[in-house]
């Protein structure tokens, strides 16, 4: 795979063990050009960067070396690891996003994309269920990559978690059941920023962070009967790697 440099001063400068690495996690650059997030990726204002980037011909551009620590997660939490930059690879797909004109990803940039997680996950003995999006691990900042991106795609390639054809029933469970059983499921799944059970003004945002994962056609924040039995089938899975 060709991969070119345009580093970035961005990081932290000392270097981290190979068997630090254990996420990959999606962003899109949310900007209007690809120079525009380049060159606020290698500014040293912004204290903001990645490890790659794919462009939306294919192109790929490594910015921050693996065995350094990149800016991308910032505040975030996924089971017990908190502020996951120093555990992580980020990937930045270049995409206006949705305060601009959210695009649908292309081809070819899933494809290198796909391309580059096989080569990390195997460098780096990745589980499937260890590559992320944004949103996943900074629920209450960020909704990167979003509802298009192409996570059954990656499924297919060995590279997401995801849920087969869900035919089990729902129980008749009151609504406050429902909602605290869900978030117990997102809790074993590995989502935080929220009480088990007790509901707050986060929960709308968090069950949408996990739609737009999982059931990107209804993103309303709402626990539908999809999104509970997905919920439920991640949450209860005897291994996924």
């Not at 089971?79 to 649908?104: A, D, F, P, Q, T």
């Not at 629920?139 to 035919?167: M, Q, S, T």
């Not at 739609?211 to 626990?223: C, D, E, L, S, T």
Request: charged share 30%.
């Amino acid at each position: 795979m060709k991969i070119i440099s345009n580093f970035s001063p961005n990081f932290s400068k000392t270097a981290r063990p190979k068997k630090n690495i254990k996420f990959v996690i999606m962003h899109y650059t949310g900007m209007q050009s690809e120079i525009e997030s380049i060159r606020r990726l290698r500014n040293p204002k912004f204290n903001v960067s990645c490890h790659y980037l794919i462009n939306r011909k294919g192109k790929t551009i490594q910015m921050v070396k693996d065995k350094n620590i990149a800016w991308h997660a910032g505040k975030s939490k996924w089971k017990n690891y908190k502020n996951l930059n120093k555990n992580s690879i980020g990937i930045e797909l270049v995409n206006r996003g949705h305060k601009i004109k959210y695009e649908n990803f292309t081809k070819i940039q899933i494809k290198k994309l796909i391309q580059l997680c096989l080569i990390l996950k195997k460098k780096y003995k990745i589980k499937k269920n260890c590559i992320l999006g944004h949103s996943d691990v900074a629920p209450l900042r960020k909704i990167d990559p979003g509802e298009k991106f192409p996570w059954l795609v990656l499924k297919k390639k060995g590279l997401a978690a995801w849920y087969p054809d869900l035919k089990f029933h729902m129980k008749n469970y009151e609504k406050k059941q429902i909602r605290n059983i869900f978030f117990s499921n997102l809790y074993k799944i590995g989502y935080r920023y929220f009480i088990k059970k007790k509901k707050t003004n986060r929960d709308k945002v968090i069950i949408k962070a996990f739609q737009r994962r999982f059931n990107q056609k209804k993103v309303n924040g709402i626990i539908d009967e999809k999104t509970f039995k997905i919920s439920h089938f991640l949450a209860n899975q005897s291994k996924l790697t």
